[in-house]
């Protein structure tokens, strides 16, 4: 079916999440971002708050109230929202065994048909295609005659995406009277506006005007009969959907016919949930009545079609919509992918999901499997949630602050990470080519529940870190993606982002994160044998592949060695030296040295240590816009600045001080919505650039403001980007993007909970909270809060060890400090005020006066006062501020 200006699923100008998988290897439109690398020596810190503490909770105890998942696996909806028709007791629907919802319809009388020889004329008409319109695989035209053929599938769609007017003109062999018409068009999108005339006495003649029409059956009654030859329909306006602003018209009927409602119940689950849907039918009429289920992430997208579904994306029969064919003696029925009678009655499994609709319906094409009338009786609706059960049982790791805004995003992270913890099943992968053997069965990290559900190794440099930190127990679901795009390495060294399109997606900066993240894997866990085994691909991606997209000032420039065509985590229209690749070359780099002296190579890590500081060198000198106070976004072009490439600038340590707060001030300054900050300055890269936010690029800044000394800005800027999702609906989870005005940045194929968007949380938990390890393992740690005006804080990390417990409070007079250390591993307190303005005392024992210290392992550095060799136990410290 038409999408937009083609009728294949060609990628839409401008826009960046991955829509598109073309012929062969393919182009797909992406999105990930830049990240801080965890255990990197930080700037600055944040200044002490100066807010009254309130009382500290129990540890351990009143951080459960704020976990999001549901208490099994067992999940049922909370509420209805609306039913339509002729529907008895809809409430019926939440609970087993209560009172029982009756969906009844009657057998519809046939359609008005227009005599033999009549003709369908269009002002214009889409190309055909070859069956790859993302529903049934059939070759399909869009002619005019499509409109009065009686096949409700088949329709006009026009060939002016957004341009109007556009004209349907019916012939009739002799002149016939009418009272009116009837135009039937379909879930992709209506016309809204439209003129209906008559051809009478030599001239065309007003019948009837439509204003706002939203419904796809319309009848539309003359104010008095006529006779004619022709009728032509004047479209002016159609709903602008997804799949395209077109004129679609399935049929137009020679008479007005005022449709039966189609009884439906729409039910609410409360929250983006994940899994296989469950309809407990006790029974039906016996003729096969058909129910359709749409399904959607949120109410502003819920239609009778789905805001999502694989079938519709690969060509398998879905029509937007999963359907099932209930018996007369009833099912209980869990939907799983695949037909249900021969080649109909098509279902598509499992869904991502907030909201379901439940309609007593079935398509043309499924008769007589399946009839959109008769009698259906429902006991019950539920899901058989797949994901990560993230009930407070299971929680490793945990934070709580005295900002009840803050839990909650913090949690709401962690559970919209928990639903893309799920198993790689071939039957609900992303469709496009993505299944495979080396992968099913086993624990991943997916984009998304509702798509892409495939996991991405630029999406793993934050998902990751919010498993490490929850759950660290299933870290394997980072590991098996890590070592499976590692196993699929090419011959010249570039390491694929993820399964998709057979392991040949071409993006530039994937495999650096690939390199940053199997270091963040080794840094939580320890796993010497994964960072042995998977060295060798280390060494290949940097020692072969970059240095043949490398140019002769040192830098990165996409282009060359054939990468023109290659993307990156949004797909964006840019090459030559970009700022973004390369501090994420940098941080790269210093990753893989940290690992390679871990491992005991230590002529490999000083060799990428020299290149890093090579590269980073090259960025300031070919990169830094003097007049605007920040890094370009690329060196040719039209001058921009981009959040990617600045704030990883700052976390990879390329930017020093005065670079870094210049940067930061370009940013507060061009980018700052009540919805984030936007990850570009301007829309010389494409129309609305400057309005898009996304929380994974967010993540780097966020750490930026954070270490430079800059908490309240971080804590701001949490505010905007995770209050707004908070509060809009779904409600919870973090969005994988947002568009102008706070919308959903691709309309209904937006993932509203997104793994790379939770950089939230380990935000709060390794720079407000202040805990990080600083070597694999957690063999060494720091802890450095940044309080941000925060009254107190606490939390614990999950390491190999045991629980690393960290609590701190902060008032005008003291800043107090406990952390209860694991055996096996040592650790430092950095303490976020002006070493001379306090005094630290742990327990009763004066550790620093203001001037001096009293033990070896006090030392002051950037004014900041740090206590080193701190091993198993419980330390207690107060810092008391002067005066």
Request: charged share 20%; hydrophobic share 35%.
């Amino acid at each position: 079916m038409p999408l937009n200006s083609t009728p294949e699923n060609a990628p839409r100008p401008g826009l960046s999440r991955r829509a598109v998988v073309a012929a062969g290897a393919g182009a797909l439109a992406l999105s990930a971002a830049g990240l801080p690398t965890a255990g990197t020596a930080s700037a600055a810190e944040g200044s002490a708050g100066t807010a009254t503490p309130s009382p500290a909770p129990r540890p351990g105890r009143d951080w459960q109230r704020y976990v999001q998942a549901p208490a099994s696996r067992a999940v049922r909806p909370v509420r209805v929202i609306d039913s339509t028709g002729d529907v008895r007791s809809p409430d019926g629907l939440l609970k087993s065994g209560g009172s029982r919802t009756v969906l009844r319809r009657p057998e519809p009388t046939p359609a008005p048909r227009w005599p033999e020889g009549t003709v369908a004329e269009a002002s214009s008409a889409h190309a055909g295609n070859n069956g790859n319109d993302g529903n049934d695989g059939q070759p399909r035209t869009y002619d005019a005659r499509n409109a009065i053929d009686g096949d409700p599938e088949s329709f006009w769609n026009d060939d002016t995406l957004g341009a109007f007017p556009d004209t349907l003109t019916i012939t009739l062999p002799a002149s016939r009277e009418l009272s009116g018409i009837t135009i039937v068009s379909n879930s992709d999108g209506v016309p809204t506006d439209f003129v209906v005339d008559v051809w009478q006495d030599g001239g065309w003649q007003t019948a009837a005007t439509v204003e706002d029409n939203d419904v796809i059956q319309r009848a539309v009654p003359f104010t008095a009969k006529v006779s004619t030859t022709k009728v032509r329909i004047t479209v002016t306006g159609v709903q602008d959907t997804p799949r395209g602003a077109f004129t679609r018209v399935n049929e137009v009927w020679p008479e007005p016919v005022t449709p039966v409602v189609a009884p439906s119940v729409t039910v609410d689950f409360g929250k983006v949930v994940v899994g296989f849907p469950r309809v407990r039918f006790t029974s039906a009429s016996d003729n096969s009545p058909g129910v359709r289920l749409a399904f959607s992430e949120t109410k502003q997208f819920l239609t009778d079609r789905s805001d999502f579904t694989r079938s519709d994306q690969s060509g398998g029969g879905g029509r937007g919509t999963d359907q099932f064919a209930v018996p007369a003696a009833g099912a209980d029925w869990t939907d799983h992918k695949g037909f249900q009678a021969g080649d109909k009655v098509y279902a598509d499994g499992l869904h991502g999901f907030r909201y379901l609709k439940i309609t007593l319906d079935a398509l043309v094409g499924d008769a007589p499997a399946a009839r959109p009338w008769g009698t259906v009786e429902i006991d019950s609706v539920g899901l058989d949630f797949s994901a990560y059960l993230g009930t407070p049982s299971t929680y490793r790791g945990w934070f709580l602050c005295s900002d009840d805004d803050l839990n909650r995003y913090w949690y709401g992270a962690s559970y919209t990470n928990e639903l893309v913890t799920d198993t790689f099943r071939q039957d609900d992968v992303d469709p496009r080519n993505a299944w495979s053997p080396s992968l099913e069965g086993k624990l991943v990290l997916h984009d998304g529940p509702k798509r892409d559900r495939d996991p991405y190794v630029g999406d793993l440099a934050v998902s990751a870190r919010t498993l490490y930190l929850t759950h660290d127990d299933t870290a394997a679901a980072a590991r098996n993606v890590l070592a499976d795009l590692a196993d699929h390495q090419r011959a010249d060294g570039w390491i694929p982002p993820a399964s998709i399109a057979g392991y040949t997606l071409p993006l530039f900066d994937y495999p650096l994160w690939w390199v940053t993240c199997s270091w963040d894997y080794v840094l939580y866990t320890g796993d010497r044998s994964y960072a042995s085994r998977y060295y060798p691909n280390l060494l290949k991606v940097l020692d072969t592949w970059y240095p043949s997209v490398t140019d002769s000032a040192g830098l990165l420039s996409k282009g060359l060695n054939g990468t023109g065509g290659y993307g990156d985590y949004a797909f964006l229209d840019r090459s030559g030296r970009i700022t973004y690749y390369n501090a994420n070359y940098v941080q790269a780099l210093n990753d893989a040295a940290r690992l390679a002296r871990w491992l005991g190579h230590e002529g490999d890590a000083e060799r990428w240590s020299r290149r890093a500081a090579s590269v980073k060198d090259a960025i300031n000198t070919h990169l830094w816009d003097e007049a605007a106070g920040a890094y370009l976004d690329s060196a040719t072009g039209p001058v921009r600045h981009a959040q990617d490439g600045n704030a990883i600038a700052i976390t990879a340590g390329v930017a020093g001080s005065e670079r870094a707060a210049s940067a930061l001030a370009h940013l507060d300054a061009t980018t700052q919505r009540p919805y984030g900050n936007a990850f570009m300055d301007n829309d010389t890269l494409f129309g609305d650039a400057s309005q898009r936010v996304y929380a994974f690029t967010s993540y780097p800044e966020i750490v930026a403001r954070f270490e430079t000394g800059r908490a309240e800005s971080a804590v701001d800027q949490i505010r905007r980007t995770y209050g707004w999702m908070d509060s809009h609906d779904p409600g919870i989870t973090h969005w994988e993007g947002i568009g102008p005005g706070g919308s959903l940045y691709e309309g209904a194929y937006t993932s509203m909970a997104h793994g790379w968007s939770t950089g939230v949380l380990p935000a709060l938990t390794h720079q407000l909270l202040g805990a990080l390890p600083t070597s694999p393992g957690y063999a060494t740690w720091e802890v450095r809060p940044h309080p941000g005006g925060i009254a107190w804080a606490q939390g614990q990390l999950p390491t190999p060890q045991g629980p690393l417990e960290v609590k701190w409070e902060n008032s005008a007079k003291a800043f107090e400090l406990t952390v209860r250390v694991p055996a096996g591993t040592r650790g430092a307190v950095v303490f976020p005020m002006d070493s001379r303005d306090v005094t630290v005392r742990r327990g009763g024992r004066m550790l620093w006066d203001g001037r001096r210290a009293s033990d070896r392992g006090v030392r002051v550095t950037d004014s900041r006062l740090t206590v080193s060799g701190l091993r198993a136990g419980t330390h207690s410290f107060s810092a008391v501020r002067h005066g």
